[in-house]
């Protein structure tokens, strides 16, 4: 049973960092995709970023390039987003998502398993 647990949210302000965790057990992960999303009040749920779980491929959401970093420790079976310089439209709660067999992976629909997703608040 593949389950994550995400962690590191938290309430900062505007400029502010903050890196989410993601803890992946259940299984061995070699192969899978494994991706970040975010949810505002109101909105749908948007894709964030995605990481082959050996590392090789990344991609990210246009308002993520250069200000979020995926990455993954794969000893500890944990999956990184580390965001900089937040600003109150990054404020949503962010959820980990699990997938073997991904071609893109910047859809809600293309994940099997979610995490139940941290709160990300940022102030102005």
């Known amino acids: 049973q593949v389950q994550l647990v995400e962690s590191g949210g938290r309430l900062v302000q505007a400029g502010d960092s903050l890196i989410l965790s993601c803890a992946a057990s259940?299984?061995?992960?070699?192969?899978?995709?494994m991706g970040w999303f975010r949810q505002a009040p109101g909105q749908e749920r948007e894709f964030v970023a995605t990481i082959s779980w050996s590392g090789g491929y990344r991609y990210y959401a246009d308002f993520a390039k250069g200000r979020f970093t995926i990455s993954r420790d794969s000893a500890k079976n944990i999956v990184y987003l580390h965001m900089n310089g937040l600003n109150p439209e990054d404020t949503a709660i962010y959820y980990c998502?699990?997938?073997?067999?991904?071609?893109?992976?910047?859809?809600?629909?293309?994940?099997?398993?979610w995490g139940q997703g941290t709160q990300v608040t940022v102030s102005s």
């Open positions: 259940g299984r061995t992960f070699s192969g899978w995709r």
């Open positions: 998502a699990a997938k073997q067999f991904v071609t893109l992976g910047t859809t809600p629909d293309e994940y099997d398993y």
